[in-house]
């Protein structure tokens, strides 16, 4: 193969690399803005957005960059993204980590987080250019490619512009193609494999964390490469002659002198980078720890609340963060009993505490056991609940359970985890449960079978994945498979903190079908302080009238805080006036909540 030949290869192979990185970029720095501030189909149109919009900028702007040193400038991108990446991804990080004053505007900071989306998409936007200008400068015309190549290649050629011609005037090219042409359709296979590889493997296997550092890593080496390929280094021989450092095939310098400090900078980043994803799940681990245990600090007073993850796990589905919080504030302790305790969370939300896993039950499950019969005849549908626990609540009144949780992995983890065994107690064994590893929503366009109760244990709506179960579809569904008598109970966020969240959430269940409600309370001493406090917010949803609270059917929890639900009574669902109802075909994000 002729030099020419050959620099043109590696010059594609250059453009591969790059956009592979280019795109992957995109979705990690979509993903990651997503997992802070929630609203997955927000992060992902305003990211792709900007990003092409910056790309755009770059690529306007590569004509100005000094024509006599396209492969100088080409590396300088190259080294400038390696470092500017990861460092912007750090940057998003540390503005959800550290306390920010009240009086910096929300506006101010969600424009600093995406910053570094502009930054990396304005670089991008000047390597094809400037790819496009070095494979242009090739004298290459194809001939010292294998005869074999060049049949297959002809072959595919006829065949693609014979379907042109179908829609397109066409007039078949031969010879050498365009620069830009031959660029841009590497640039579409290197976008094509990044977005396959950042979603079967990256993502899933490394994480967002390890997945930054790869990228920067690659960019890092293909301006090494670059350097080595194209800057015509050379080393004295024997006979005081300079050869170049890849032997006499090495093709014409496309870069001038490279700065010695750029070049120590570059060496340096390819070195770290190596090292951290070397380790990655050492890094991956301590840092995702880092931020994990600064975000839950500051949701308490300064030096109140100490934090430690003990165990984080990603599954499918979820992120799955266990963690220990210690009381280290001054005076009596107001959140639990004692002055340390294990709690859950699922993402950004927490969603169990020793405190009040059992407060949480008793109101999810038994009060609303005080509305209906007890025994094998009583019919339960439980969506959610892979901890288990709430099916330990209804084991103890012998009705039959049909479970569906969507993430298989984390209910088979919470099995046999000692922190879930001392809530559910092997509640999975129970001889009434029927347990189904599928979508509730999916789940109940499937079955004929209907409900004297629906517990819907599920996470709250902080994420546009679970915009579905909180729409009117979905509600639905669950008011058709209910007994003449059936009713749907759901914990819900207070109405004082999330009113936008609350309208838009009774209006798609009253939208639904569902007519009469009845709103109550978990209550619990969590402190130990001879105060009984509210711990969670319920509803029982009914699409008629139905009876109040039970003394026949009076659970032992119910009977414990009597004083509490004796006067509990159905009311009509309200509707709130401008408000939209969220349904899948039209979403209303009011309903999602930022905690």
């Known amino acids: ?116 989306v502009v930054a990396v998409g304005f670089l991008s936007g000047f390597e094809l250019p400037l790819l496009t200008h070095m494979v242009d400068d090739r004298d290459d015309d194809g001939t010292t490619t294998p005869a074999w190549i060049h049949r297959l290649g002809d072959r595919l050629h ?28 590497m640039d579409y296979v290197g976008g094509l494999c990044g977005a396959v590889v950042y979603a079967r493997l990256l993502y899933p296997r490394l994480g967002l964390i390890p997945t930054i550092f790869v990228l920067a890593l690659l960019n ?14 050379s080393w004295p021989s024997s006979d005081n002659d300079d050869r170049r450092l890849f032997g006499d095939s090495t093709p014409t310098p496309l870069v001038g002198r490279v700065p010695k400090t750029l070049l120590v900078v570059c060496l340096l980043l390819t070195a770290s980078y190596a090292g951290v994803v070397a380790n990655h799940e050492t890094a991956d681990e301590r840092l995702s720890e ?39 504030g001054a005076g009596p302790n107001p959140h639990f009993t004692g002055r340390s305790e294990q709690c859950l969370r699922l993402g950004s939300a927490v969603q169990l505490c020793d405190s009040w896993a059992d407060s949480y039950h008793n109101g999810l499950v038994d009060v609303p056991m005080s509305l209906v019969d007890h025994g094998p005849e009583t019919k339960v549908l439980v969506v959610g609940g892979g901890d288990w626990i709430a099916i330990d609540h209804l084991r103890q009144y012998n ?38 590893a599928t979508d509730g929503y999916r789940y109940l366009q499937q079955t004929n079978e209907t409900y004297d109760l629906v517990l819907l244990d599920v996470p709250g709506a902080t994420d546009d994945d679970l915009l579905t179960l909180y729409s009117k ?30 309208k838009a959430f009774v209006n798609t269940v009253g939208a639904a079908g569902f007519t009469r409600q009845l709103p109550y309370w978990a209550w619990e001493d969590i402190d130990s302080d001879g105060e009984t406090e509210r711990v969670e917010r319920f509803y029982a949803f009914a699409p008629g009238d139905r009876q109040p609270l039970s003394v026949a059917n009076e659970t032992a929890y119910v009977q414990q805080y009597r004083d509490r639900y004796h006067d509990r009574q159905w009311h009509r669902v309200p509707r709130y006036r401008g408000v939209r109802v969220n349904s899948i075909f039209h979403p209303n994000y009011d309903v999602l909540v930022d905690t």
């Open 473 to 502: 579809e979905f509600y639905r569904s669950v008011r058709q498979h209910l007994s003449d008598d059936g009713m749907m109970v759901t914990w819900a966020y207070s109405a004082d903190r999330y009113p936008e969240h609350h």
């Open 399 to 436: 009705v039959t359970v049909d479970h569906v949780d969507l993430d298989a992995q984390f209910m088979n983890m919470t099995k046999h985890d000692p922190f879930f065994r001392h809530w559910h107690d092997d509640a999975y064994e129970y001889d009434r449960l029927q347990t189904t």
């Open 290 to 328: 880092l931020y994990l245990e600064q975000q839950i600090k500051n949701e308490y007073p300064p030096g109140s609340m100490s934090v430690e993850i003990t165990d984080q796990e990603t599954t499918r589905y979820q992120h799955v963060i266990r963690y220990e919080r210690t009381w280290t």
């Open 1 to 116: 193969m002729s030099d020419t030949r050959t620099a043109t290869a590696a010059l594609l192979v250059l453009t591969f690399v790059v956009s592979f990185c280019s795109f992957v970029y995109e979705f990690v720095y979509s993903e990651l803005l997503t997992v802070m501030y929630g609203g997955t189909v927000t992060q992902y149109v305003i990211t792709v957005g900007l990003y092409f919009f910056s790309l755009g900028v770059g690529a306007a702007l590569s004509d100005d960059l000094n024509p006599e040193d396209y492969g100088g400038n080409f590396f300088r991108t190259e080294v400038l993204l390696a470092a500017v990446a990861p460092a912007g991804f750090l940057l998003i990080v540390g503005l959800n980590s550290v306390r920010v004053p009240r009086a910096v505007p929300p506006e101010l900071l969600w424009t600093v987080a995406r910053l570094p």
């Open 220 to 233: 890092a080496v293909a301006a090494l490469a670059f350097v080595g390929y194209f800057s015509g280094w």
């Open 158 to 185: 006829d065949w693609t512009v014979t379907c042109l011609g179908v829609f397109w005037t066409v007039e078949r090219k031969e010879g050498r193609r365009s620069g830009l042409s031959v660029v841009l359709a």
